[in-house]
C-alpha cells in the first residue's frame, strides 16, 4: 500500500490541439503535511504556484486544532507568525477565513456529537471514570437533571466528616 497522495492538475492545455494536460502534480505524506516531490506546472497553466505550501500549512492547522487544546485562532496566529519568517512563504499562508471552519470541524470530531434532546444523552464511559477506572458518575437522572460526580473513596471521606460544604449549581 502507498503510504503517500497523489494530486495531479486537471487543467488542460488551452493551446494544444489534442488537449493534452498539465504535467502538474505533487506527491504528499498521507496527512498532508509534507510535500515528497512535486513536479512543476507547464508554463500556460493558469495554476496557484504555492497550492501545495498552502495544502501543506491548511494540514498541519486541521492536525493541531484536533490534537491541541488552545484555541483555533490561538493555533492560527502560532503558524503564521512562524510563516512570516521566511521572507518566500510569507504571504502564501492560507487565509483565516478560509481555513478556520475546518480546523473547528477537526476540533469538533474529537467530541461525541450532541443528543437532540437530554433524555438521549447517553454519557460515554471516558466521561464516566477517573484515569485508573473507578467510577466517577455515580448516579443520574434525566427527567430531573441532576449528576452524581464523586468516586467511592471521595464518598466515603465525606461519610467520615460532621461537616459538609454543598453547591447547588
Not at 497522495?5 to 504528499?28: F, H, I, L, M
Not at 504556484?49 to 502560532?78: F, G, N, Q, V
Not at 455515580?138 to 449528576?147: D, G, M
Request: charged share 25%; net charge positive; with cysteine.
Amino acid at each position: 500500500a502507498s503510504r503517500q497522495k497523489y494530486w495531479r492538475c486537471s487543467k488542460v492545455c488551452p493551446k494544444c490541439t489534442d488537449k493534452e494536460g498539465c504535467n502538474g502534480a505533487v506527491w504528499t505524506n498521507l496527512d498532508v503535511t509534507t510535500v515528497i516531490k512535486q513536479n512543476d506546472h507547464i508554463e500556460s497553466c493558469p495554476v496557484d504556484e504555492h497550492l501545495a505550501y498552502k495544502l501543506e500549512k491548511k494540514a498541519i492547522l486541521k492536525k493541531r486544532s484536533a490534537e491541541e487544546t488552545k484555541s483555533i485562532p490561538a493555533i492560527y496566529d502560532e503558524e503564521a507568525s512562524a510563516a512570516s519568517t521566511q521572507p518566500s512563504t510569507s504571504g502564501h499562508f492560507p487565509l483565516y477565513k478560509r481555513v478556520k471552519s475546518s480546523m473547528y470541524r477537526h476540533r469538533a470530531k474529537r467530541y461525541p456529537k450532541l443528543p437532540s434532546h437530554r433524555r438521549y444523552l447517553q454519557i460515554p464511559v471516558p466521561f464516566r471514570t477517573t484515569k485508573s477506572g473507578d467510577d466517577f458518575l455515580l448516579w443520574q437522572s434525566a427527567t430531573r437533571h441532576i449528576l452524581v460526580f464523586a468516586t467511592g473513596y471521595n464518598i466515603r471521606l465525606l461519610a467520615a466528616m460532621r461537616t459538609w460544604g454543598m453547591d447547588g449549581t
